[in-house]
């Protein structure tokens, strides 16, 4: 079995969003569906909704990029500690958290393939190399389709949370085979899966060990889509380009039981 780190190291994963993370927020679809992740999220996680109680949850994002949707999260809650494996990403995020008023957001550059990652900040700041610290809520938005296998994933991620704490995954949807033309030829290095199967995504989530879990469809987006393989080339704005096609998104939800 491929690990995570090995099939992102290759040239279709890592180095890919190394090269992309300069320009990555040039994209206006990046920020609209980070913006609707945000919100399927407010809706589901009570913690997100009301300022009041929500400065309480400690937030962890695996893949979040240049941190658009930490930044959402960010205002509601205590902290995010907002992981990629790209540290091309990392670095364009670390130069945002300069720049802003915002600074509850903790940049790592990892792989994450351990909840005991030394990486990650530990659960005691006075203990560094002890136990590391445990989450509230756990977001992916965008992810899960570039991880080759992703029951390991899912086993680091209970391990991160607190008992009690929940999942919130956001995807675009596995409804057949049309959504493979969700990424244009020149951007199909590092996917893995084809979206996200909302029946495949809540047997492996139950099979791992999460509660309560449900994974349903949260929003849908007109894309611009290749007409034929190849028609938008790398590096070049779409445009008008392509024709539309509407793909649908799910909201993969889940606890880690009390107790
Ligand atoms: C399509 S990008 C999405 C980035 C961001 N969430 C957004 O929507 O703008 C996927 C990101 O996930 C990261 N990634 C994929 N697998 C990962 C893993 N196991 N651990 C950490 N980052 C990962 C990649 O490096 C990449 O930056």
């Given at each position: 079995?491929?690990?995570?780190?090995?099939?992102?190291?290759?040239?279709?994963?890592?180095?890919?969003f190394?090269?992309?993370?300069?320009?990555?927020?040039?994209?206006?679809?990046?920020?609209?569906?980070?913006?609707?992740?945000?919100?399927?999220?407010?809706?589901?996680?009570?913690?997100?909704?009301?300022?009041?109680?929500?400065?309480?949850?400690?937030?962890?994002?695996i893949?979040?990029?240049?941190?658009?949707?930490?930044?959402?999260?960010?205002?509601?809650?205590?902290?995010?500690?907002?992981?990629?494996?790209?540290?091309?990403?990392?670095?364009?995020?670390?130069?945002?958290?300069?720049?802003?008023?915002?600074?509850?957001?903790?940049?790592?550059?990892?792989?994450?393939?351990?909840?005991?990652?030394?990486?990650?900040?530990?659960?005691?700041?006075?203990v560094?190399?002890?136990?590391?610290?445990?989450?509230?809520?756990?977001?992916?938005?965008?992810?899960?389709?570039?991880?080759?296998?992703?029951?390991?994933?899912?086993?680091?991620?209970?391990?991160?949370?607190?008992?009690g704490?929940?999942?919130?995954?956001?995807?675009?949807?596995d409804?057949?085979?049309?959504a493979?033309?969700?990424?244009?030829?020149?951007?199909?290095?590092?996917?893995?899966?084809?979206?996200?199967?909302?029946?495949?995504?809540?047997?492996?989530?139950?099979?791992?060990?999460?509660?309560?879990?449900?994974?349903?469809?949260?929003?849908?987006?007109?894309?611009?889509?290749?007409?034929?393989?190849?028609?938008?080339?790398?590096?070049?704005?779409?445009?008008?380009?392509?024709?539309k096609?509407?793909?649908?998104?799910?909201?993969?939800?889940?606890?880690?039981?009390?107790?």
């Amino acid at each position: 079995m491929a690990s995570a780190a090995s099939s992102l190291g290759g040239p279709g994963g890592n180095e890919r969003f190394n090269q992309e993370a300069a320009a990555w927020d040039s994209n206006p679809f990046v920020h609209q569906m980070s913006e609707e992740a945000s919100k399927a999220l407010q809706k589901h996680v009570p913690g997100l909704q009301s300022e009041g109680d929500a400065k309480k949850l400690d937030v962890l994002e695996i893949g979040c990029g240049t941190g658009l949707l930490s930044f959402m999260i960010a205002p509601k809650v205590h902290e995010v500690v907002a992981v990629d494996a790209a540290q091309g990403m990392i670095d364009v995020l670390k130069t945002k958290i300069e720049k802003s008023d915002i600074k509850n957001i903790v940049p790592v550059a990892v792989l994450l393939e351990d909840p005991e990652d030394p990486a990650l900040p530990p659960a005691d700041g006075d203990v560094p190399n002890g136990p590391r610290r445990k989450y509230d809520l756990i977001t992916s938005h965008l992810v899960l389709h570039h991880i080759p296998d992703i029951k390991p994933v899912l086993k680091t991620m209970l391990g991160c949370l607190k008992p009690g704490g929940e999942l919130g995954l956001t995807d675009f949807e596995d409804f057949g085979p049309e959504a493979k033309r969700f990424h244009p030829e020149s951007k199909m290095g590092g996917v893995y899966r084809h979206g996200i199967n909302a029946k495949w995504m809540t047997a492996l989530m139950q099979e791992v060990g999460f509660v309560d879990v449900d994974v349903k469809v949260a929003w849908d987006h007109n894309k611009r889509v290749e007409r034929w393989p190849g028609e938008f080339p790398p590096g070049e704005p779409i445009g008008d380009r392509g024709e539309k096609m509407n793909f649908t998104y799910v909201l993969c939800t889940g606890k880690r039981a009390e107790g």
